[in-house]
Every structure is written in C-alpha cells, then in structure tokens.
C-alpha cells in the first residue's frame, strides 16, 4: 500500500512512529520492568487481578521497545496551586494538586502535559507523581481509559518521560479499583505505541 502513495506518505508513517530500540542496556532494563509486571500479575498476593480472571490470566503484553519513545522534558514548577478534586472511576474523586507541566517533544512535535499529585498519600510515596494521559491508541491497543507514567519529585529543571513504561490503571483489570481519570489537558492527539497494551475481558 505504501508504494501507492509515494515517498511522502512513507516519510510521515516513519515520522509518525517511534523507532525500535538499540541499546542492548536499555532494552534489557525494560525487559526486566516488564518481567517483574508480569510477575505480580501472577502472584497471588500482589496481583490486581479479580479472583475470577486470575485463572484464566496469561500475561500482559506489550508494544515492542522504542527508545524514541523516551524523551527528556522540561519542568515548570507550579506554587501555590490549589486542592481540587481529580474525577476517578465509578464516579468518585479524591484530591490532588497540579505539581508542574512538562514540555517534550515527541515522535517529532511538541507537547505540554500537566504532572499530578495526589494528596493524603501513604507512607513511603512521598515522592511520589502521577502523569495520567490519553492518546490515539486508548479503546484500541490501549486501556480507553487512558494510561498513566508514574514519576517522582527531583531538583532539577528536566525530568525524562519513558513511554515504553505506560501502563493501564488497575480498574481496567478489576472494578473493585477507582483510577484517577486523566484531564483534557493531558490527550495527546497521535498514537503513542509503547509501553503496556490491553486485551477487554
């Protein structure tokens, strides 16, 4: 099909996806990430599984590696900002502040994503972030939920945005979960393949 069409629509799919990744380290560390999701899914004692899909459970899958989907962002604290309450599944909600924006490029364009943090946390997350987005591929290779990037307080003005450790909330596996719903803000109108996909029930 894409001889049809000429060099420059083979120019804008090539453009318009991330490249697979090269170096032999960093593929092994994703796969070593991926590895240990797998294992809590199918660890009776960690996994977010219900005890009816647990059986029948086989593995989560995954986009290939790209490590053009890891990118470097630039921070922008926000202070001062106010309590609000982030709409969660099954309509519910708790409370979060926006913590900063984060400006990339990716898959050749630019974006501008707000960073989250949710208030109240439990000992041991006070570092804690959350990166909640949308993308083209959510009801299709992806949660339609959207997927989350989870991050973590720095110093620093940059902080690197992996891709290829997305993940789909516990709530797509197991409706006794509530999961932060993303805002509008934070759509990314392409389809960013990488990280984990999603099979419904």
Known sequence: ?????????FTLFFL??????EDPKYREKIAAHRMALNEQFFNPEETPLDSASFYTWKGL???????????????????????????????????????????FTLLGKDYELLILEQQNKKPGYEN???LPFTDETNGQETYGGGRYLDLEKSTQTEIELDFNLAYNPYCAYNQAYTCPI??????????VEAGVKYEAK
Do not use: D, W
Not at 16 to 21: G, L, N, T, V
Not at 183 to 190: A, G, S, T, Y
């Open 182 to 191: 993303p805002p509008k803000e934070n759509h990314l109108p392409i389809k």
């Open 61 to 103: 899958k995954f986009f290939p590696i790209k490590e053009s989907c890891k990118v470097k962002g630039s921070l922008t604290l926000l202070n001062n900002e106010t309590v609000f309450a982030l709409p969660h599944s099954h309509n519910k909600s708790k409370p979060y502040k926006q913590y900063a924006k984060v400006s």
């Open 16 to 21: 318009a996806s991330c490249e697979p990744a």
């Open 128 to 130: 804690y972030l959350i």
């Open 1 to 9: 099909m894409l001889k049809t069409f000429g060099l420059a629509t």
